[in-house]
């Protein structure tokens, strides 16, 4: 079912949405992400979640330079009440554990919140999949696997982190929040290709009318994405029958790794022309998209969960020639869209002193992932044969091309994932509701300071204490106001000057006051003003007289509202 507005808040950090830090593939899914959100709601309401009126505008302009022309309503956490009227935060990343404890400890069931997961080879990565059966998360809670090696390595994980947990304390009880399979999107319409701007991009490059151009785009990474060689080796197989040209369009990392795929090239396949295309410059990189004739992705490392780009090059009507691995089992269709070539990995236990290294800070992730790489084999015969297939028959190249763009525009194309996205909201919903009201539960671990550490002064200050302003209260207060050891943590909702004159206005009248009776009458009977006034008596503004530890300010302070 189509919708008119998203049933989900955003939250919205700008470095996930946008890759002018950093070209990963979970900045390129966020950027193409938002240009989804543009194009699937260019009219609708947009709620947004994120700190400061600056990451608002942020967030609005990012949409409103990809069509957007509805409303963005900003929330600010924690005002979870206004997020509860929402129903459900989407985190682009797996979901955050402070939101959810936060949350928790207002009322569980106020809204769920919706993650997904991107590389899941990190310590940190690991670490997130591993507490998703503990609290603070729900049933109605749920991390999107993005592909169904994703939810295999999640549930192999998670029911191995129950057994041990059952083994360590005789837990019977863990959480379940929802896993469903929903792939990245991409934004198709960006990719569509158009004879005059490829016969246009073929010139630019350089590329004859008999030369057959395979592109590879990525991170030029040959420890941390693919190794290159596997390709390499069968392109120059392959151009030994036709005249093979090999783009590939990235960014390298640094430059002793540009030289390390430069002596490749030469090493490994002197009949092949090589064309580097700067991932960063748009013309260009767009151009090599435009030109080529087929792609090529043999992702070979266990940091690459869905993998963008070979659906991105089905969207570009490009045959594909991609590893049998990860999520290229879920997006491309052997001898349909192209050919997925076999791989194949150790077997279990050669590989736990890399691990174990690794947990040890002995070798980076870097090191991790790229001695992994090493033992993992893209089948060198069948990727020479599917390599050359393509190469020397334009039919062919035709045919998949064309049936990989229908496979890319009907399921991969953002909207269609963004829906997907809104019905998985929908669903959490429901399963939020049918849990019934929830109770508050503590975040244990994150206390009120005044509560974890109330046994640490003398004493706590009474309700029934009395308060009286020194001599020259006011024109002292002037001198405070100014002084950096003093206003450092002043802010308009924590720590507000207006409640500080409020409260001095009222003993200005003359007579004592309880603190319970100055906090009515000043309009601050709330944890803010009992902050402000100890502020007063910190810098001896007011004096305040301690009868006896009965009347607790604490009875006279709100609960929080409910959500």
């Known amino acids: 079912m189509q919708t008119t507005s998203p049933s989900f808040a ?36 947009v709620h947004g979640l994120g700190q400061g009126t600056e990451t608002a505008k942020a967030m609005y302009r990012q949409l409103a330079a990809d069509g957007f022309a509805g409303q963005l309503k900003w929330i600010e956490p924690p005002n979870w ?91 019977t009880r863990f959480n379940t929040p929802q896993l469903p399979v929903i792939a990245l999107g991409i934004d198709c319409p960006s990719f569509t290709p158009e004879a005059k701007l490829r016969e246009t991009a073929r010139t630019a490059l350089g590329l004859q009318a008999n030369e057959v151009a395979f592109l590879f785009s990525g991170r030029l990474s040959f420890h941390a994405k693919a190794n290159p060689a596997p390709m390499y080796q069968a392109l120059e197989q392959a ?59 043999l992702s070979d490392n266990i940091q690459e969960t869905f993998g963008l780009t070979p659906v991105e090059a089905m969207a570009a009507g490009l045959p594909v020639v991609v590893s049998d691995w990860n999520g290229y089992k879920d997006t491309v269709r ?33 090191f991790y992932i790229g001695r992994t790489s090493l033992a993992t084999v893209v089948e060198p015969t069948a990727l020479a ?30 909207p269609v994932i963004l829906q997907r996205y809104a019905q998985l909201a929908d669903e959490l919903n429901q399963i939020r509701l049918a849990a019934g009201p929830q109770a508050p539960e503590p975040w244990v671990q994150r206390a009120d300071p005044f509560a974890r550490f109330g046994h640490f002064p003398s ?10 302003a020194q001599p020259s209260a006011q024109a002292r207060l002037a001198d405070l106001l100014s002084l950096a050891m003093a206003n450092y943590a002043f802010d308009a909702t924590l720590l507000p000057r207006e409640s500080l004159i409020a409260l001095l206005g009222v003993l200005d009248k003359g007579g004592s006051q309880t603190v319970n009776e100055l906090l009515v009458a000043a309009g601050v009977a709330t944890p803010v003003g009992v902050r402000c006034l100890m502020w007063l008596w910190k810098f001896d503004l007011v004096q305040v007289v301690q009868v006896v530890q009965a009347a607790q300010v604490d009875q006279l302070v709100p609960a929080p509202p409910a959500v």
């Open 10 to 45: 955003i939250y919205y950090a700008g470095d996930a949405y946008s890759t002018a830090q950093k070209i990963m593939g979970r900045q390129s899914a966020g950027k193409a992400f938002m240009r989804g959100v543009a194009r699937t709601w260019p009219k609708g309401e």
């Open 81 to 171: 009440a206004a997020l509860a009227d929402v129903g459900t935060l989407y985190y682009p990343s797996p979901a955050a554990k402070d939101f959810a404890y936060s949350r928790n400890a207002l009322n569980p069931g106020a809204f769920s919140v919706m993650g997904v997961t991107f590389t899941l080879s990190s310590t940190g990565a690991m670490d997130q999949v591993a507490d998703l059966v503990l609290p603070p998360f729900k049933p109605w809670d749920a991390m999107i696997c993005i592909s169904q090696a994703a939810l295999d390595f999640t549930t192999r994980m998670q029911g191995e982190m129950k057994a041990w947990w059952s083994a360590q304390t005789g837990a």
């Open 239 to 297: 151009a030994q029958h036709a005249s093979v040209v090999c783009i590939e369009a990235g960014v390298f990392p640094n430059d002793a790794i540009r030289a390390g795929f430069m002596a490749a090239q030469k090493a490994l396949a002197p009949s092949v022309r090589f064309i580097w295309v700067d991932g960063q410059d748009v013309q260009r990189y767009k151009q090599a998209w435009q030109g080529a004739d087929a792609f090529v992705s």
């Open 334 to 366: 052997d001898g349909i869209d192209g050919f997925r070539v076999p791989t194949v990995l150790p077997p279990a236990g050669v590989g736990a002193d890399l691990a174990m290294r690794h947990a040890l800070g002995l070798d980076t992730y870097d």
């Open 385 to 414: 044969k599917a390599c050359t297939a393509l190469a020397t028959q334009p039919q062919l190249r035709a045919r998949m091309g064309a049936a990989g763009l229908a496979r890319a525009q009907s399921e991969f194309d953002w």
């Open 459 to 468: 004493q706590t200050l009474a309700g029934n204490a009395v308060v009286l």
